[in-house]
């Protein structure tokens, strides 16, 4: 006898495994796999692949919805973080040895913002070590900002701490994680604390929510 | 609550679970699920209408590359798809070798898969959630279950593990 019916492809076959095969070819793909053993043993590994899958995952569909995912409060979340996304095209971290770190509870949680205050932190531990040379520019040169911002491709400048009692040191072009400089400030206070301000710009828009229908 | 708001609510079990094969590891996954919910809440007017579960599915896709890129920027002595956070539930063999299996992907093709079998969406919705034609959809697909086929089967790809 003449089999006048095409072969069945490895496609075909997954198609039939999800549901996709159009109904036209089912009765021949399933005659095709009584006759050939090794495919049929393959569509059965996949087919045990993904009840493997959904044994061992399925039921973290069935856990109770926790309340920190409460739509409401990630709403409100969610506009704060925008007027901080709307200010923040400088992300800038002011980091001091005795009193912690500014803001830390508002930046937990974003993936982008974590990454640059682990860069922060390690300039920061890098730096302020540093006895001799803690600073690339002094805070008298007048091109100290002017040089920084140009740099790091945004309008920085170092702010007045006085009245903390902080004096501004100088500042240093850092390279940034994601390949865009940062500029460093270091100040210092009356007993010799050190603390720095990191900034660099944001990263590039985020590509999530690219979407077509 | 709005409709957009409740079509989210009612997606919440299935990105987690999504998000729980993903990583394999149920506090990442967790976390991915709430930058997801901050990030759609936030952008109801890029929404289009369509699918809003496909349209999560993207986002929850997105932000798993974001974080598995800055993963992938520290220096681990592992090959990159070594880097996921191992699954820690020590469950009993079978269910564990999933995960492993699961973990050997490269991150496209785990993202085909899981779509597909775990959260049954149709190749057309994959493609849209990934970007990419139904055919490479296909070939991802065809790819990863020959992956895990041979990994279940003791091919086991050379993982270099430090002690």
Redesign the interface.
Known sequence: MIDREPPVT??EL??YV?G?LAADRRAAVERWLASHAEDAA?VA??RA??D???????A????P??A??D?DR??R???K??RYAAAAAVIALLIGGAAGWFGRGAWE????V??VTTEAFDAHRLYIAEVRHPIEVRAGENHLNPWLSRRIGYQVASPNLDPLGLKLLGGRLLPG?SGRAAALYMYEGASGERFTIYCRRDQAP???????? | ?SGF?QG??AT???L??YA??LTRD?EA???L???T???A???EH?????DIRS?LY??LT??NR??LR?LA?RPVISPIEDNDVPDASG?EG??R???R??ASLVEDQRVA??L???EGL??REVA?VQ?VPIGTV?SR??RA?AQ??AY?DGERPPLRRVK
Do not use: C
């Open positions: 490895e496609e997954h198609a999800d996709e393959r590994a996949w692949q993904a493997a899958i959904r044994a061992r995952y399925g973290a569909a069935d856990e919805v926790p920190r995912f739509l990630l709403a979340q969610g506009r973080w925008s949680g974003a993936g982008p974590r990454a994680n985020q590509t999530a929510l690219r979407y077509r229908v | 609550m708001r989210i609510q919440i079990p299935a987690r679970r729980r094969a149920a996954a967790d976390d699920v709430q930058d919910l901050v990030r809440l936030r952008s890029l929404f289009h209408g369509g349209w993207t986002i997105n932000l974001n974080r800055s920027r469950s079978g269910a070798d999933i995960a299996a699961l898969l899981l597909v079998v775990l149709s190749y849209e970007g296909m697909l065809a279950r895990i086929k279940l």
